[in-house]
């Protein structure tokens, strides 16, 4: 059994109309979804926007509410009422917003920033607070001597390293990442990924990894999820996913990725032109009449591929 089971989530978001504002129906965010992470690894969830890959993190954490299916964290199943309270839930799941720029409050320092899960889960003195608050700073690469200082006075970077230091205040063991990196430049980008390996394997973590980017995901993920209108299309290893693709999305997202070596450029170009011709003469055929992904099958015993019925 790994760290965290998903089982078959649904979010579903109600919608409203008519004069007495009713349900006229309801839009499936997430459906049918299910992964499993071991500790220590790093599971990434990829896909375009509005696919369901934040939805579901946020479902995971519980600040989206699970309409049907199962978390199961540590053999607890945390889509039961009452169950998040009695486990404190939020001291071992913690999670790395999208924007440094808005996930932090401008008008408090860098000290209660991080200091706050301390202040709702461990009971310090003032001091011991504020040696603790040293000691995160200097674990992600910022100097102690920026407690006092305000969230406007650090780069991009150093506010999400802000950010990571709030994430790991208390020890927690999964880490669900929301595009950590996509408001960042590319050069502080590698900093942080390097970074968030290294705290990973300092501190045993275990990361969900949200990201639109699949060469990031490539570079932080030992298995991968690819998500599309709030299902699964693909499942697998990272080997499995770049080097051998089933589903005619997941080609169509690795032949988008740019290659830089110019020896490859016939090959990748080549490989365009097949996943462009498929896309253009079998898309149909991989999705049902709603336009939505098949179930899962499996095609060997780490790859999963939304296959069409016929196989």
Do not use: W
Request: aromatic content about 8%; overall charge neutral.
């Amino acid at each position: 059994m790994g760290l965290l089971e998903v089982k078959e989530l649904k979010v579903h978001f109600p919608i409203r109309g008519g004069l007495f504002h009713r349900d006229v129906g309801e839009v499936k965010a997430v459906d049918n979804v299910s992964f499993t992470i071991e500790q220590g690894q790093t599971y990434g969830l990829v896909g375009e926007s509005g696919s369901g890959k934040t939805t579901t993190g946020r479902a995971i954490i519980g600040l989206n509410s699970i309409t049907g299916g199962s978390v199961i964290f540590e053999g607890q199943d945390l889509a039961l009422r009452g169950v998040r309270k009695q486990r404190n839930v939020r001291k071992d799941i913690q999670m790395i917003f999208q924007d440094p720029y808005s996930s932090l409050n401008p008008k408090k320092r860098v000290l209660d920033i991080v200091a706050e899960p301390l202040r709702n889960f461990e009971k310090l003195s003032p001091q011991e607070e504020k040696r603790r608050v040293q000691e995160l700073l200097l674990q992600v690469g910022l100097s102690p001597e920026n407690i006092y200082k305000y969230p406007h006075e650090f780069s991009g970077g150093q506010r999400q390293r802000i950010g990571i230091a709030r994430a790991i205040a208390l020890k927690p063991k999964l880490i669900i990442a929301d595009e950590p990196v996509s408001a960042l430049d590319v050069s502080v980008q590698a900093q942080v990924l390097n970074f968030m390996q290294d705290i990973q394997k300092e501190l045993n973590l275990t990361y969900l990894f949200v990201s639109h980017d699949l060469g990031i995901i490539r570079h932080m993920c030992d298995h991968i999820g690819i998500m599309y209108k709030g299902r699964h299309v693909e499942q697998g290893t990272a080997k499995d996913i770049f080097d051998n693709p089933q589903h005619i999305y997941t080609k169509r997202l690795i032949a988008a990725i740019p290659d830089i070596d110019p020896l490859q450029r016939e090959k990748q170009t080549q490989f365009r032109k097949s996943v462009s011709s498929e896309y253009e003469q079998a898309f149909r055929n991989y999705f049902d009449e709603e336009g939505l992904a098949y179930s899962l099958k499996a095609i060997s015993e780490t790859h999963l591929v939304a296959l069409p019925e016929k196989g």
